[in-house]
């Protein structure tokens, strides 16, 4: 950014019946200024018809991730000095996902995969056994406790070229919880689990370029999530042709 | 086949070559101490079970090796998919295992 600017120019991802095309649009700059304000600043300024999606402005809840300058991120914590390239910002909706209007996805195809995943919690007792102890020391936990920081963002299933290249693929987050809930000492679906992220698009359409956990704005790694789940699926591979 | 059961068959076939390409590149720095021969090698390996074994398993392993390694990327770079998939991987593996057959027989076989 240059010292004299006193804008930003900004180009903003407009859908239209044809698909859609980048608008630019000349906003102030301000001090400590996110992706998010910028964003909002034009729909309260000069546009209010344009389309985006945002909840707690405090990096918890997910729901504000867009493509900045062709990375995702979350604009409501990405200061805009931090990505800005020659004081230009190019602001889109996240890749690998439909596009409902301007900066606005649907998430849909993003969360039926983390039900395809088995991402769903296997209760294995009822109210009337005693609560499970948990050793938060055990490895096991210690795993499972690194992933549930997941906000659901999105962030690294639009960063990977693997969710791009196939279709099925259920892709880094769904895979992240999968693995979660395998490593939860409470869940009593491990095969159920298994067995989900073995089938075609599961764990292995993964090719390792960790991009994920390069794009995670919580600094998790997906990534070697899944390589746990490739190792425990090879194990029950060898173990079921031995039983 | 499902991606399991290709990847297991990958890593497997990886697993097999590792100590194959080693063993490989160690005759292959042997064999060139004081010039190479066409001779020298036939001498070495014609009538020899165990280089037909050796060299044997190692086409075995590449072909299935990569096959599914280049099935993968014509599905995910070419947008191969169905039996068109199917058929290009099996026809990968034939190449090669027919080719690596017919040069392995042709070194081993006296």
New interface residues.
Partial sequence: MTSTAKTLDVSVWRSNDTGGAFQAFAVPIQESQTILDVVAWIQQNEDPTLAYRFACRVGMCGSCAMMVNGKPRWTCRTHVQKVISGNKIEIAPLRNLPVIKDLATDMDPFFDKWVKAEGVFHPSKTRDDAIEQIDPTSHERTEADIGIECINCSICYAACD?VS??EDYLGPAALNRAWTLFNDAKDSGKQTILDAV?????C??CHSMGSCAEACPNELNPMASIAGL?RE??KA?FARRKS | M???W???AQ?ISALVMAPLVLGHIAVMIYAIQGGLSAGEILGRTQGSFGWALFYGTFVVAVSIHAAIGLRTIA???LGLKGSALTVFAWVVFLVLFVMGAQAVYAVTAT
């Fill in positions: 693997a290249t196939t073995s089938a075609n698009g599961g292995h359409s490739k699926t090879a591979f | 499902t991606d399991l290709l990847y297991m890593r599905f995910e770079v």
